[in-house]
Every structure is written in structure tokens, then in C-alpha cells.
């Protein structure tokens, strides 16, 4: 039925043609129904009164004939009728699936794209609206209680206005600072495997970035250098990338690097399909161009870093004994509307609140060997993007919660 276009208009016609057809046969039924039941008899002799009766018997069942005939034939236009309707029915769908395949051919949903920006978009700016009220009213109570305080424990307010200032570039700041900051600067909700055991072990992790930084800054038993110098170097350079200062300063740029970095993955992505023999994905990439960038703006992109993990491998090999592996790497920039993803933000539920940094923003893919805890397992830190008003707000909740000596 598919493959069939029935000429539906020539079935109605024929419908038409049959009601005229009925109407005949009832106009005839109702011009003989008199002379046919109502003979009059010629005489008064039996002879003549039993053929008047044979005539209206007669004529009682050619009109009783003629009624069944005209329901029979009213059915059978109702029926045809119905037939053409659903002829037309079958016709309409069979042209929407030539249409469909004509718009769509492969598989291929061009506005599906442009539906799942629209999704994301809508849902990050209620996020990053909802986070910026919320930090200033952290501010303003921070603010607050600094100023009660400056009249009843002058120690106390300054002492809680220098932790402010600290806490924006955490560079030369006290460790307890540079852990609390790091809370409301860095989170990410992952899993690691742990290939030790059988079967493989899951191990959820909610704060990953913050492990990271406890790594880098060797606040843990990963090495960072083989020098005092070198590990102050990394760990003061550690502090910077997770400070809230580090988030504003992505956060401003990334809406103008991210979709360039859309159409970087685009053209990779397309090129990749090329040469894999694959031309309808490769269209289909092409067609999604304009809505990756739209969302790269809004929402940001993710920098595929995968070939420059063979030149940080060795550090991180030597660094942990050879039990961890980089397999891969990548770095997000936001878009106007990213949220972010830390563990205590402006605003927002635990390990999922609105903030960010530059190491939050690192993606890392490792992979564990002996002597690891979880060797023959992985690791996937996200790439977690944070745009300038959710990177900002972070950044007033941060220095209300300090000025108000909750940091």
C-alpha cells in the first residue's frame, strides 16, 4: 500500500455517479408506486376483481423490492465513499513519506539540533539568573555582618576582609583559604573503575577536580617536581588555575572562543566521516554547522586536546610511580550561559552548584596500572565549562561568604 497512489478523486466521482443512479431508481419507484397499487378493479365480477388484486399484489412487491433496492444501494455509496476516503488517507501519508524521506534522507533530523540548543540554552540561563540574585545576597550579608563587626571586633573584620582578598587569586594564600575557596571553585561528578577487583569495581566520585587539585598542589602522594622550587611553582600555578579570579577570566572569553571551537569539531567531524566512507554523516554534520555554533555561544564547546597527552604522559607516569597513564585531554571554553559545576556554588544543589575555574575546565582521561590501587582501571575527569555570569556569581558568593567569615 505504501507504493500505491490511488486516484481517489475518479472513486469519488463513481460514488457521485451511483447516488445519481439512486435517485433515478426512487423518482421511477415513486411514479409507478400509484398506477401499480392502485388499479381499480374494471367490474364488479370475480374475474375482473381477482386481477385487480394480482396487480396491486404485484405492485406491493415491486415497491417493497424497490425499498430494499434504494438501502442496498445507499450502502454500497456509503462503502465506496468510506473506500475513498481512505484511499485519500493512504495517498496524504504515502506523499508525507516522500516528503519526509526527500527532508531527512539517511536518517539525518536537522532541527533536532537546533531543539536540544534550544533545550540546553533555556535551562542554563535559569540556572545563571537564578545563581547572580543569590550571590549578592550572600555579598549583602556578608557586607552586613562585616560592618557590625568593624564597630564590635575590629580584629575580626579585617582579618576577614584579608581572606577576601585572598581568596580571589589564591596566589601566596594560606592553605585552610585555598581549601575552602577550592569547594566553591571546583567539583565534578564522575566515575571511576577500579580494575583490581572482579568483577570491575565502580566508584562514584563527586568532587573530582578537587582531587585533581589536591594532586597537582601535592597535597597527596602524587609528585609534582623534583625540587622544592618546582613543586612551589606548580603548586602556586595549581592555586591560580582554581581560583575563582581564573573562572571570571575564562568566563569573559569564552563566548567568543567557543564557537570557533564548534567549528573546529565540525570540520574534524566531517572530515572524519569523509574519509571513513561515510558522506551522509558527514551532511549531517554539515547541516548541524549553524546550531553548533549557535550552542558553542550560549553554552559553550569543548577543545579536543587528545594529541598533546603523549607530551604530558611522562609527567604524569614519573609522577605517580608508573601506575597512571594521560590517554587523553581536553579543555572547555563557556558559553554566555554555561553554569559550571562545583561542589558549594552561588546557588544550586551539593556538587552540582553554579561557579567554576580554569582546572575545572581541564578534562583528563587516565588509565591505572600496578602498583595502583585500581590498576587494569580508568578515570575520566569532565571538562566542565563556566561562562562570565556564572563565573562572576561564583566569584560574589565567594567574597560575601569571606567577608562574613562563612567562607
Known sequence: MSYVIAASQLVHQAAHELAGIGTSLADAAATVAGPTTGIAAAAQDEISVAIAALFRDLGREFQAVSAQTQSFHAEFVNSVNAGAAAYAGAEAGNARAVLTAAASPGGIEPLSRWTATLDATASNAQTVFGAAPASLNTLAGGISTGLRQLATDPTAFFGNLRTAAQSVFLVGAPQDVVSAVVQHTLGGVTQATNGSVTPPEIVPINDVHVQLYEGLAGLADFQTG??????????????????????????????????????????????????????????????????????????????????????????????????????????????????????????????????????????????????????????????????????????????????????
Open 226 to 407: 623534583s625540587s622544592g622550587f618546582e613543586q612551589a611553582l606548580v603548586a602556586g600555578l595549581t592555586n591560580f588555575a582554581a581560583s575563582p579570579a581564573s573562572g571570571v577570566l575564562l568566563g569573559a572569553v569564552g563566548p567568543f572562543v567557543s564557537p570557533a571551537v564548534a567549528l573546529w569539531n565540525t570540520a574534524g567531524s566531517v572530515f572524519a566521516d569523509l574519509t571513513g566512507g561515510s558522506p551522509v554523516a558527514a551532511l549531517g554534520h554539515l547541516i548541524d554547522a549553524p546550531a553548533n555554533v549557535v550552542d558553542a555561544f550560549f553554552n559553550g564547546a569543548t577543545l579536543n586536546l587528545d594529541a598533546l597527552a603523549p607530551t604530558f604522559d611522562p609527567f604524569v607516569t614519573s609522577g605517580s610511580a608508573g601506575g597512571e597513564r594521560l590517554d587523553g585531554l581536553s579543555f572547555a571554553f563557556g558559553g554566555l550561559f554555561s553554569p559550571g559545576e562545583v561542589v558549594t556554588g552561588a546557588s544550586g544543589p551539593m556538587y552540582y552548584g553554579t561557579g567554576g575555574s580554569m582546572l575545572n575546565a581541564l578534562g583528563l582521561q587516565f588509565s591505572f596500572f600496578p602498583p595502583d590501587d585500581f590498576a587494569g582501571g580508568s578515570l575520566n575527569i569532565p571538562a566542565i565549562p563556566v561562562g562570565p555570569i556564572g563565573a562572576t556569581a561564583g566569584l560574589i558568593s565567594i567574597l560575601g561568604h569571606a567577608l562574613g567569615g562563612t567562607l
